[in-house]
């Protein structure tokens, strides 16, 4: 059987993707936690997650964002955070 370069092309992308939403829900419930332990209101919230969103603290794009791990299997239950990613 022959590769198929655009396949493989589009599972490597969808393990990119899942890398990215596993780090930004990662993300989320940081924001989550901490607005729970300070009180935050929920526009204080909405305020946290729209500056992690335009400071970088999110992913964006995966494809060239230098946190998401190329070797990531897709797999949600062998992800880590790259170091430094709780901030």
């Known amino acids: 059987r022959r590769k198929d370069p655009l396949g493989d092309e589009k599972e490597r992308s969808l ?4 890398y990215k939403d596993l780090f930004n829900n990662n993300i989320g419930r940081q924001i989550g936690v901490a607005a729970k332990a300070t009180g ?3 526009s ?8 992690a969103l335009t ?3 999110l992913i964006i794009d995966e ?4 946190r998401v791990d190329k070797n990531f299997d897709g797999n949600p239950d062998n992800y880590r955070p790259p170091s430094g990613a709780t901030r």
């Open 15 to 18: 393990k990119l993707d899942t």
């Open 63 to 66: 494809s060239v964002d230098p």
């Open 55 to 57: 400071n970088g603290r």
């Open 40 to 42: 935050l209101s929920r």
């Open 44 to 51: 204080e919230v909405l305020n946290e997650v729209h500056e």
